[in-house]
């Protein structure tokens, strides 16, 4: 891609004060965008503006402290990216609450359901599932009028969607990854488009805790994502709706259409999926 392809458009990332989150940023950055970075905590967002920053140029970098549940605080962000930089046209719904809050060590001896307290399962599911439905709620008219933008959603591998001992967080991914082909299917034609970005394998964050004993180097790290999500962001990429990308397979010395199919596939489990027995008056739409 040439460089300042994105210069013009802004982005909303989710989760952006560390990890996968801000690696997209500081890629998106780098290529011209403007970013609101949404995070919890303000000394967070503040270090990490100063990276996204240094990727692409002072005051490319918005730090925004909101809770991706609470309803005024998402509308808020909104209107504080809106009052900054005009507008926005991409909203990546990274934020999540990860497996460690259930077990230090997933590849270990690991809590069963029963023993799992239900209102951090509670609280996984709404962060991780309910989190970007807000958002993307709260986004979607805005998206809508101006007839372009994006909204990707960071989910998982679909076999960590059942990975035991992580309580709600497969649960709450496969909810995220089945809600991202509604509203691909929702935003069909409108010029906005739903895809679903992977690292597609561990990745080297603090998601990934230390007691894994997984060797660091072997996990995806978070400058995987960023190729990918820059495509994705790009005019390049108008025609990809209702499509998951993985970016550990994401290779850019590949031709366009060689890299998609390597890396991409439908959302969701569409290929699988089928109802044995519909009513004749239900048409058989394309799902
Ligand atoms: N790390 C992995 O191995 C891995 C693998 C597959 C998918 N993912 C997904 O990638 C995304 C990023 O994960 P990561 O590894 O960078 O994790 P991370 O924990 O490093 O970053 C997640 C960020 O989300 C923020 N966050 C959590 N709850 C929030 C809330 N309610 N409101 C606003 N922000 C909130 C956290 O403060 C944190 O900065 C997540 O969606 C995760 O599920 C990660």
Redesign the pocket.
């Known amino acids: 891609m040439t460089d300042r392809l994105l210069e013009g458009r802004t982005a909303i990332i989710?989760?952006?004060?560390?990890?996968?989150?801000k690696s997209m940023a500081e890629g998106l950055a780098a290529y011209g965008a403007k970013i609101a970075l949404?995070?919890?905590?303000e000394d967070?967002l503040a270090a990490a503006v100063s990276d996204v920053e240094a990727a692409g140029g002072q005051g490319c970098a918005l730090p925004v402290t909101?809770?991706?549940?609470d309803r005024d605080r998402a509308e808020a962000a909104i209107q504080t990216t809106i009052d900054t930089f005009g507008g926005f046209d991409i909203l990546i719904n990274?934020?999540?609450?990860?497996p460690q809050f259930f077990t230090d060590n997933f590849t270990a001896d690991t809590p069963k359901f029963w023993e799992v307290d239900i209102d951090l399962w509670h609280r996984v599911l709404t962060?991780?599932a309910h989190?970007p439905q807000l958002m993307s709620t709260v986004s979607a008219p805005h998206l809508l009028d101006s007839g372009w933008g994006r909204i990707i959603n960071?989910?998982?591998?679909l076999d960590?969607m059942y990975l035991k001992g992580c309580g709600a967080?497969g649960p709450s991914?496969a909810a995220l990854e089945a809600n991202t082909r509604i509203m691909a299917q929702d935003l069909d034609g409108t010029g906005v488009t739903a895809n679903v970005l992977?690292?597609g394998?561990?990745?080297n964050?603090?998601?990934?805790p230390e007691a894994t004993g997984f060797d660091r180097e072997e996990?995806?790290q978070?400058g995987a994502m960023q190729a990918p999500i820059c495509w994705l962001c790009s005019t390049d990429a108008d025609d990809i709706n209702n499509m998951r990308f993985i970016a550990a397979l994401w290779d850019e010395s590949l031709p366009p259409q060689e890299r998609i199919a390597a890396a991409g596939a439908p959302i969701a489990w569409a290929q699988i999926g089928s109802i044995a027995k519909r009513p004749s008056s239900w048409a058989d739409a394309e799902r």
């Open positions: 989710t989760g952006a004060g560390r990890g996968l989150g949404v995070d919890l905590e967070i909101c809770d991706v549940t990274d934020a999540a609450m990860g962060v991780n989190g960071v989910t998982t591998s960590t967080y991914k992977i690292p394998g561990p990745a964050t603090r998601m990934i996990l995806v978070p």
